[in-house]
């Protein structure tokens, strides 16, 4: 079973994670901040890696280091999981639609973290979510999941929408790039041989 439960306790949050991913997408997601919930919800079901996150932050200064800190812990999460990442696709991309929005998201499971973000929100706020929050996931997901990650916005106006299609584009790639390639199942898919 690749599965993995990480736990993160700091000053500032106390985050528990559990993944498996070759899950159906079933999701319980916790963490105090509602969209973000939301959010978490949607990279569950559209990578297929079933997720419980239990998380509790310093809400009274805002909702910055809660998501910071769900990202490195999923990230760490991830890299437990994949353990020597022996007969995964390693790589994947998914262009995704959603209302006026399209996101495009290409991914490297490399152990080489590297984030490109061209995405632009309209506005600060979702509801009393910080738009910016929504690059902070991702930088804690990729550096600490060993992931080359680069998202680059079509189009879009919509925050809401741009925000989604965001996180279900990285979903959509995550669930190719994780799955076992049955031509190659027993090889690590580096020439180095090691990832």
Not at 78 to 104: E, N
């Amino acid at each position: 079973m690749r599965t993995a439960s990480v736990t993160r306790a700091t000053a500032e949050t106390d985050i528990t994670v559990e993944i498996n991913l070759d899950g159906s997408g079933t999701y319980d997601n916790q963490t105090g901040v509602g969209f973000f919930d939301h959010m978490l919800d949607q990279l569950s079901r559209h990578s297929l890696i079933d997720m419980t996150v239990r998380a509790k932050g310093d809400y009274h200064i805002d909702d910055h280091h809660t998501v910071e800190d769900v990202g490195i812990a999923l990230g760490q999460a991830l890299t437990q999981a994949l353990g020597d990442k022996r007969g995964i696709r390693r790589y994947a991309s998914c262009h995704l639609p959603m209302d006026d929005a399209q996101v495009r998201a290409a991914l490297d499971l490399s152990a080489r973290p590297y984030l490109i973000w061209n995405v632009e929100m309209p506005t600060q706020k979702i509801g009393t979510f910080d738009t910016e929050l929504v690059r902070e996931f991702f930088q804690g997901f990729a550096t600490h999941g060993g992931i080359t990650l680069h998202v680059d916005q079509i189009h879009g106006f919509n925050s809401h929408h741009i925000a989604e299609a965001t996180f279900k584009a990285v979903a959509r790639a995550l669930r190719e790039a994780v799955e076992v390639d049955p031509r190659k199942a027993d090889a690590v898919p580096s020439t180095k041989g090691a990832l």
